[in-house]
């Protein structure tokens, strides 16, 4: 049974930080690429960052880049995102999952998914 669980969400200032971490059991972890998504109330799930099955390569939606950072732990098989300088427009629920394919940035293109974390920015 393939499970990712991911944990670090809650209320935060703006201007503030937090750490998201996924725990990801039941499968070979180094044999999928691994993306965070968010889904804000009334809009489509997006693409926040991917990184590679090594680690070596990271990927980020422009809204983001250069406040997220996303890496993952081969032997903890774990897979975080560092948010800084959080804004209300961050405010989402945040989704890990994983991708035995190739394509990044397309949800449907991810075999597992966690249950999500709720992130909120106050302003």
């Known amino acids: 049974q393939v499970q990712l669980v991911e944990s670090g969400g809650g209320l935060v200032q703006a201007g503030g930080s937090l750490r998201l971490s996924c725990a990801a059991s039941?499968?070979?972890?180094?044999?999928?690429?691994m993306g965070w998504f968010r889904q804000a109330p009334g809009k489509e799930r997006e693409f926040v960052a991917g990184?590679?099955?090594?680690?070596?390569?990271?990927y980020y939606a422009d809204s983001v880049k250069g406040r997220f950072t996303i890496s993952r732990d081969i032997i903890n098989n774990t897979v975080s995102l560092q948010m800084n300088i959080l804004k209300p427009e961050d405010t989402a629920v945040y989704y890990c999952?994983?991708?035995?394919?190739?394509?990044?940035?397309?949800?449907?293109?991810?075999?597992?998914w966690g249950q999500g974390t709720q992130v909120t920015v106050s302003s």
């Open positions: 039941g499968l070979t972890f180094t044999r999928y690429i």
């Open positions: 990184i590679s099955r090594s680690g070596s390569s990271t």
């Open positions: 999952a994983a991708n035995s394919g190739s394509v990044y940035v397309r949800s449907a293109a991810y075999n597992y």
